[in-house]
């Protein structure tokens, strides 16, 4: 027995230790995937955004190429401003004009700015237009060329509208972003100093936390120039960030192996506690027929014991003896042979029209005895205005017994039984409540299995083989009905069998 107990702890060790390992692995490939898909959809994040880059900054180029195509076909980019004497530009509210002192080899700039006039030289220069000079100086140094310098400042303050077609801009947006392979529908804008709005496409206030792609237009225009800052932001992003194609598949496979793992599991603890049910079940009938075998065995050498006076009263008590225990074995292996067919075929009923009320009154009798034998009481409450049923008489007759019978086995000091009917749903309900020991919620869920019994602190101190419910719950199936149990431990248990009535 220690090394029965043993195995069976040593088997329990091992079947947790692989369900734990298992979870643990499971745990682990969803933690794997998430950061796999987590780094994937990064990379791709970042390789759109320097796709999205490239793009606006295909676009800018092109505005600047346009522009200063213009500027060469209207014959702005001249070098007019190279000769000497003076040069003078007009915008808005600046007024700009060169002086070219050759002799001195030196510039003159003088600049009228918001009602302000500064007369800028060589070396006069300080403060905020320092890079100004620097500009001018580099301009100067590098190719003497004034009257592209003096574009550059009457093009600082003037409007995007005057210096690109807007209604094309989208156009010339959406040309770049297909030219590098992104076909995403598309929201811009174009803003001002960071403050007011040039130009918006119709949707893109729709959306003001998501995230947006920003180029300056006209980066090379001089420090003072209008900032004009591209927006561009795509709403179905999101989308195309995460890879469907694989998410898909994987997540399927990922389920269905939880899927199985788990039901792998369930199956290996149902295998357990059916091993542990069996075993129960092997023992409570090795010690139901080790009793009348020994009974009849003692019999027997009672009557070869010659030492014993064989008298004919003696004779008959031996032999009642071994009548009552050879029947007592053919109950119990009948039983057993009644479940084993109930796994091979359907069962074959014998259907009539019959009385509820008349077989529960044929029954009661024997049962009451039992009852008040044991000092308790039987009481009935036949309520039901309609007890015909379509049904097997025998086996609906055995449903009430069985239940009776546990009723009466599972109470502990003086029963307290009773049996009750009433019609619902075009049914009769047969109730049977007892003052037994009753059944937890865990046990309420297995109490109908094959050669289940509820645990009562000794296998052996009620006899059976846990198949009585079990044949309850087959027997009421096969008639359409259901069976239901309310128990509470220590206080009773409440079994309910509904048949539908006969049409």
Known sequence: MTSGRKQKKMNQKYIWLVTIVLCISLFGLILVQIKYYQ?????????????????????????????????????????????????????????????????????????????????????????????????????????????????????????????????????????????NGIKLNFEYAVKVNGIKFETASKNYFRNPSVEKYTKPLFPNDLYFARKNILHVYFPGQQKHMIQYTMLFPSFILTLILILCSAFTIFIIFRQKKLSKIKNDFINNMTHEFKTPISTISLASQMLKDNSVETTQSFIDHIAKIINDESKRLTYQVEKVLQMAVFNEARMKLKLKPISVHKIIQNLLPNFTIRVEDRNGNMYQNLDASQDVIMADEVHVSNIISNLLDNAIKYCKDNPEISISTRNKDKGIVISITDNGIGISKEDQKMVFERFFRVHTGNVHNVKGFGLGLSYVKKVVDAHNGEVNVDSVLEKGSKFEVYLPLKK
């Not at 800028?120 to 905020?128: F, M, Q």
């Not at 580099?138 to 303050?157: D, H, M, P, R, T």
Request: aromatic share 4%; glycine share 6%; net charge negative.
């Open 39 to 179: 780094s994937a959809s990064k990379l791709k994040e970042e390789q759109f955004s320097l796709t999205v880059s490239k793009a606006l900054d295909q676009v800018v180029s092109k505005l600047e190429h346009d522009e200063e195509m213009q500027m060469i076909l209207k014959g702005n980019g001249s070098n007019h401003s190279n000769i000497a004497g003076h040069s003078e530009l007009a915008s808005g509210s600046s007024t700009i004009s060169f002086t070219m002192d050759q002799k001195h080899d030196k510039a003159i700039l003088s600049i009228s700015h918001e009602n302000k006039n500064i007369n800028i030289d060589e070396g006069s220069l300080n403060g905020g237009l320092t890079k100004f000079q620097e500009q001018f100086n580099k301009a100067l140094a590098s190719s003497g060329n004034y009257g592209e310098f003096a574009n550059k400042l009457k093009n600082a303050n003037l409007k995007l509208s005057e210096r690109v077609d807007l209604k094309s801009l989208p156009t010339l947006i959406e040309q770049k972003l297909r030219d």
